[in-house]
């Protein structure tokens, strides 16, 4: 069974992360307070006990020079017990039933480790952010800059990133998070993180796209595995979306993978044509997720 987390629950996920990723407790404390929330998170009950659990954070996500709503995934964990029984794959599921519910068109998640790569792709994710190899923004300088000024501190964090595209960008809230696990590690240097998107609205995403690009004109058919409504025939022109259910016969069929990294500018010009052409080559980063 899967339920959201109540006040009674919220110590069990707690529990299980500590249990799986084995964080400190002052970690956990910082992120508990700032970031968990019950409505954000599901938990699996197998016989009466929670053994998995996942959590959708809001964030928001600058996408071709527009900003939208996202879900970045957190703290997926499956006690060590209860694995291999198809727990994670039913949060998972439910998850993408709760964006749609919410109208939120993208989901976001950063792999710890390599093999889970593979493991979300099942699920319709595609990598869509490199790792980066140097730091992006020096937190320590920032705090000694302004040692008792955080709104300071955030406005120059934010006045940074909040004119990138392909970015997750941070609210003051977010900040103050981040900032307060850089002190708990001694301001430790962050880089651009590996990480996957999963595109739960393509209707609404292409949408975006066709009014930034109205020039650009495509079809195609687009298959996708776990979400029905994205099934479908789509083309867009003059800056307009429109989408045929019932119509599959166009030149090019994409996967809902694909897409993803399409419509992110994730290596385009590495690809062939038509779409070298249609999708500009972006840089998505995805960073200060309190990894």
């Not at 190899?133 to 990133?161: G, H, M, V």
């Not at 609210?171 to 103050?176: I, Q, W």
């Not at 996708?224 to 867009?236: G, L």
Request: net charge negative.
């Amino acid at each position: 069974m899967i339920t959201f987390a109540t006040e009674h629950t919220r110590s069990l996920v707690r529990k299980m992360w500590k249990t799986c990723f084995g964080d400190s407790d002052e970690y956990l404390e910082i992120y508990f307070r700032e970031k968990y929330r019950n409505e954000n998170t599901l938990v699996y009950f197998d016989d009466n006990q929670a053994v998995a659990s996942l959590q959708m954070l809001p964030y928001i996500f600058t996408f071709h020079q527009t900003e939208i709503p996202i879900a970045y995934f957190s703290g997926l964990c499956t006690l060590p017990e209860a694995r291999k029984k198809g727990f994670m794959a039913a949060l998972i599921r439910k998850a993408f039933e709760v964006l749609q519910q919410r109208q939120i068109p993208l989901a976001v998640l950063v792999p710890q480790e390599k093999w889970l790569l593979e493991f979300y792709e099942k699920f319709g994710f595609a990598q869509t952010f490199d790792a980066g190899n140097k730091e992006i923004f020096s937190l320590r300088q920032l705090w000694e800059k302004y040692p008792d000024n955080l709104p300071a501190a955030y406005r120059e964090f934010d006045n940074y990133f909040r004119v990138q595209d392909m970015t997750v960008q941070k609210t003051f809230d977010d900040f103050r998070a981040i900032m307060d696990e850089a002190k708990l590690f001694d301001f430790p240097p962050k880089t651009n993180l590996t990480g996957m998107s999963r595109i739960i609205d393509v209707e609404k995403l292409l949408t975006v796209f066709a009014r930034r690009y109205p020039e650009k004109t495509f079809s195609f058919f687009l298959s996708d595995a776990e979400i029905p409504k994205n099934r479908s025939n789509f083309s867009f022109r003059n800056g307009l979306v429109e989408s045929d259910h019932n119509n599959q016969t166009t030149e090019h069929s994409l996967d809902i993978r694909q897409l993803s990294q399409l419509l992110l500018g994730y290596h385009t010009s590495q690809t062939e044509e038509p779409f070298r052409s249609l999708f500009p080559e972006k840089a998505p980063q995805i960073n200060f997720m309190l990894e």
